[in-house]
């Protein structure tokens, strides 16, 4: 067990665990989701907690400040496996005490005592996928659920913080969709509201209707994104990232580490890690990676070293996705020379869109966020 008494001395790092299981697959999706594998979830989690073991000498130099449940759909499993896993992690890592600890959870499998399991153990945040308020556009996206079943979930949150997820950009959607969504979003009584652009993913069904052009075009997404944060900022939300939005006080601790290129450490199947410069990712492959654990192997497939190039390009790909934007001296004190030198063509060619402000932060003009992608190619070459 890791000594707690040091915190103050040890690196701070996030802690994300993949659960790969959902109840049908959506139509855009291309996440690592298995449908129909449910009866796996428990010797699946068997060897999460036993992963979480093999590494906790190595990361002994740590404190989590915050632990994400992610999938998939975590809801789906029972929630006394996401508790054991909780308590892996108490009893092998130093986990902060007033760490952040998120559950993502699907409206068609929450149910009150799933939710009371959870809170036992300290998870203090869930995150929501509702996506639409509408059963049609629900049915588009071939989710399992419907607007009433997320009514319902959002009851059992009420008092909670927690995040609802909001999509635009799809097929028959109007500005009146949005408009729901973001006041469906406010009136269940959210925090936080991620509202994402729907991306076609090759090989999805969804990939289709792109290909007929059935979805909406750059330009109708760019104005439901703007009429959609008009509405959120109305409602109380303020963006802090382009695709994030929270009243004050409640934007997410797991996700601001990840924007800050803060470490993290990822458990399961497909999970991503970056600790000590390095970025590595564990096997899509649910049986490869039952098989690798299982023989006290780590299921690593993709080990890579970050050089300083790409390092001072995450850095600011990252940063420049954030409302706050990049910190100056922040960089000078990492990479050891200026951004505005380390980018100047990239700045010059893009300087309509950015701005440098007082407190030593340089960031993409409010206006702009939205197309932060445009800009930011630029800063690759
Ligand atoms: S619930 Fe999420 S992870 Fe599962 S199939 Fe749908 S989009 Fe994919």
């Known amino acids: 067990m890791c000594d707690v008494n040091n915190n103050n001395t040890k690196k701070k790092a996030g802690i994300y665990c993949h659960i790969p299981f959902c109840r049908?697959?959506?139509?855009?999706c291309d996440f690592t989701s298995y449908p129909g594998k449910l009866a796996l979830a428990e010797a699946y989690m068997a060897c999460v907690y036993k992963e979480m073991r093999l590494r906790a000498k190595e990361l002994s130099g740590y404190t989590f400040t915050s632990v994400y449940f992610g999938g998939g759909t975590p809801s789906v499993i029972d929630a006394k496996l996401i508790a054991g896993a909780v308590r892996q992690l108490r009893?092998?890592?130093?986990?902060?005490?007033?760490?952040?600890?998120?559950?993502?959870?699907?409206?068609?499998?929450?149910?009150?005592?799933?939710?009371?399991?959870?809170?036992?153990?300290?998870?203090?945040?869930?995150?929501?996928?509702?996506?639409?308020?509408?059963?049609?556009?629900?049915?588009?996206?071939?989710?399992?659920?419907?607007?009433?079943?997320?009514?319902?979930?959002?009851?059992?949150?009420?008092?909670?913080?927690?995040?609802?997820?909001?999509?635009?950009?799809?097929?028959?959607?109007?500005?009146?969709?949005?408009?729901?969504?973001v006041r469906l979003a406010a009136e269940s009584g959210a925090s936080h509201v991620s509202m994402y652009a729907l991306t076609p993913e090759d090989g999805t069904p969804m990939y289709s209707d792109y290909l007929n052009g059935d979805l909406p075009d750059g330009d109708t997404v760019a104005s439901m994104y703007e009429f959609g944060r008009g509405?959120?900022?109305?409602?109380?939300?303020?963006?802090?990232?382009?695709?994030?939005?929270?009243?004050?006080?409640?934007?997410?601790?797991?996700?601001?580490?990840y924007w800050q290129r803060g470490e993290y450490i990822g458990f399961g199947v497909a999970a991503s890690s970056f600790l000590a410069g390095r970025r590595f990712t564990n096997t899509r492959e649910l049986d490869d990676y039952i098989k690798c654990v299982l023989t006290d192997h780590y299921p690593v497939v993709d080990d890579e070293r970050i050089g300083e190039q790409d390092a001072k390009f995450e850095r600011v790909m990252l940063a420049l996705r954030t409302q706050d934007g990049l910190e100056l001296a922040a960089?000078?004190?990492?990479?050891?020379?200026?951004?505005?030198?380390?980018?100047?063509?990239?700045?010059?060619?893009?300087?309509?869109?950015?701005?440098?402000?007082?407190?030593?932060?340089?960031?993409i003009k409010d206006e702009y966020l939205y197309v932060q992608n445009q800009i930011l190619i630029d800063f690759l070459q």
């Open 231 to 257: 509405l959120l900022r109305e409602c109380g939300y303020f963006r802090y990232e382009v695709s994030n939005f929270a009243k004050e006080g409640y934007a997410s601790r797991h996700n601001q580490n």
């Open 24 to 28: 049908s697959k959506c139509r855009y």
């Open 331 to 363: 960089y000078r004190a990492e990479f050891g020379s200026e951004f505005e030198q380390d980018f100047s063509a990239a700045i010059e060619k893009n300087a309509r869109f950015l701005e440098k402000t007082e407190a030593g932060m340089f960031r």
């Open 91 to 181: 009893k092998f890592y130093s986990i902060a005490p007033d760490a952040e600890i998120t559950v993502e959870l699907n409206p068609e499998s929450v149910t009150a005592e799933k939710i009371a399991v959870y809170k036992s153990v300290g998870v203090n945040r869930f995150s929501m996928g509702m996506q639409a308020a509408s059963d049609r556009l629900l049915e588009e996206l071939g989710r399992a659920h419907t607007v009433e079943e997320f009514r319902r979930a959002a009851a059992l949150l009420r008092g909670e913080n927690f995040n609802a997820d909001i999509m635009i950009g799809l097929k028959g959607q109007t500005l009146s969709d949005v408009e729901a969504a």
